[in-house]
């Protein structure tokens, strides 16, 4: 396998592929890296390699920080071991595109997981690489889209989990969180009260925490959005991405892929120009951004964005970096900007996204109604959950008509559509 | 003034092994001085050439975030709880 080590992103110092997450040099993050030297070069190979792999995330295993390769039996059988990810739809939107003006839009719709995010990609690299190093337990600090993940793998795969979320969560994640069986752990306090509590949890446990001390590990499973994406597109990197801004990890690794595949000649061309979208009630990125700061100064969230709400995002410097480097951007929209996004996406796709998915659409529409996005580019939008997560934000937008069961009661209640 | 540090496991091998220690200070600036008085060696860990925070270092007094208050002049009541922790991505 080509995974090599952990190295700081700052100092560049190495350590071990252990459950090891901040630089003990200069308290940076740690990354994985990998040696590709003796990696297939024949790029034809590599692609038929890929190609002839299972129908989900493990046919990027060679990407992928495991040593001993995907789980369970090689191939193809691989896809029937545990709660495997990947493999979503990218769908082509003409009619999303049509009403923004736009030539040519893909949504990514990330939603078709296994737990309904793209959480399950991260999740299913964590807990396998979690096994690997010996783990019994696994944990984590969620907005809730991680929770539903954690504590759906630790049942597929017969690990206990505890899952720490903020006590005010909306009850479709909490729901189909606890359903699992895990340990679940209602913090009065926001997410940023979760995370710095698990964070001390985590020094005195021997636990693994997906995405705090693994994750190194955890946080790759992101660039298979972009494998996939690149896949799906003919072996081709699109123009731009639209893609929502928590912590950040997302949207930086989203990036690395392409830049990984590039290197190894699997792909050519330029990093796509990457949008990272906030919802104005916590978008600590967009402001830095739009102020023309490297760091971004936490805030306290306040949003129906709840998979959003990171006040204090640790990779929001390397975002603001990449968003510039590449000609993008982070923007940040309203709640009832958010709640018309996830109406536009709904109505001109057929896909029923969560507020996150709202963020990101209400973000497009901001582009390209500012004229950011030229004409002939090719845009994917990525969409990270789904609707039935966040049933509140798209509660009284409709009218139901309430009729007696009877053709006259119809016909009167809905004139239009009296037979003629 | 006593303050009550708590030192994160990544620092412990810079801090003798201590897991905490009680120091004094009327700000967090002076009690984290009175911290790198005592192991030199978690001064340049933690903080720029400058004086600033290292980007990836959070310090809480007593759980609230110190950017939220005052910053490192932010003020020490005594018998209070510093916490340096390490920023992590979420989720």
Request: glycine fraction near 10%.
């Amino acid at each position: 396998m080509a995974v090599s080590h952990l190295e700081c992103k700052e100092c560049k110092a190495e350590y071990p592929l252990e459950a090891l997450y901040v630089c003990e040099r200069c308290f940076g993050p740690l990354e994985v890296a990998y040696d590709h030297s003796r990696s297939q070069r024949d790029v034809g190979a590599l692609r038929r390699r890929i190609q002839g792999g299972p129908q989900n995330i493990w046919r990027y295993a060679d990407f992928l920080p495991l040593a001993g390769g995907p789980p369970g039996p090689s191939g193809r059988l691989a896809s029937r071991v545990g709660l495997p990810a990947g493999c979503t739809p990218l769908i082509r939107a003409d009619r999303l595109a049509e009403r923004l003006g736009l030539r040519e839009v893909w949504v990514k719709n990330d939603a078709a997981n296994p737990t309904h995010s793209f959480k399950d990609r991260v999740v299913s690299v964590a807990v396998t690489r979690a096994r690997e190093l010996g783990f019994e337990t696994i944990a984590c600090a969620s907005t809730g889209n991680l929770a539903n993940s954690v504590a759906a793998h630790g049942a597929a795969l017969g690990m206990d989990s505890y899952v720490f979320i903020p006590a005010d969560l909306e009850e479709q994640k909490i729901l189909a969180t606890g359903v699992y069986g895990t340990k679940l752990v209602g913090v009065r306090g926001s997410y940023d009260d979760v995370n710095r509590l698990c964070t001390e949890l985590c020094a005195e446990r021997d636990w693994a925490f997906v995405n705090i001390n693994l994750r190194p590990y955890y946080a790759e499973g992101s660039k298979t959005l972009a494998f996939e994406i690149a896949e799906q597109l003919g072996w081709e990197i699109p123009d731009r991405c639209v893609i929502p801004v928590a912590s950040g990890s997302l949207f930086t690794k989203i990036a690395k892929g392409f830049q990984e595949w590039t290197e190894l000649g699997l792909l050519e061309g330029e990093t796509p120009k990457m949008n990272g979208a906030q919802a104005e009630g916590c978008s600590p990125v967009a402001s830095a951004f739009a102020a023309g700061q490297a760091v971004c100064r936490p805030v306290k969230p306040d949003t129906i964005a709840k998979s959003l709400a990171i006040g204090n995002p640790a990779d929001g410097p390397y975002a603001l970096e990449l968003a510039r480097n590449t000609g993008g951007s982070v923007d940040a929209v309203n709640d009832d900007e958010i709640r018309a996004g996830i109406a536009l996406l709904a109505q001109t796709t057929g896909i029923f996204t969560e507020t996150a998915g709202g963020v990101s659409t209400a973000v497009l529409s901001k582009l390209a109604a500012r004229g950011d996005i030229d004409p002939d580019e090719r845009v994917v939008l990525v969409i990270t959950g789904d609707g039935l997560k966040t049933l509140d934000a798209v509660r009284d937008t409709f009218e139901t008509y309430k009729i007696d069961p009877s053709v006259e009661a119809f016909e009167s209640s809905v004139p239009e559509a009296v037979a003629v | 003034m006593a303050v009550l540090v708590k030192i994160p496991t990544q620092l412990r091998a810079a801090a003798d092994g201590e897991s905490e220690a009680l120091l004094s200070g009327a700000t967090v600036q002076e009690v984290l001085d009175d911290l790198f008085e005592r192991f030199g060696e978690l001064r340049t860990r933690i903080s720029d050439d400058d004086g600033t925070l290292r980007r990836f270092v959070n310090v809480y007094l007593a759980g609230e975030d110190i950017r939220f208050l005052d910053g490192l002049a932010t003020p020490v009541p005594d018998g209070a709880e510093l916490t340096i922790l390490p920023a992590v991505a979420g989720g």
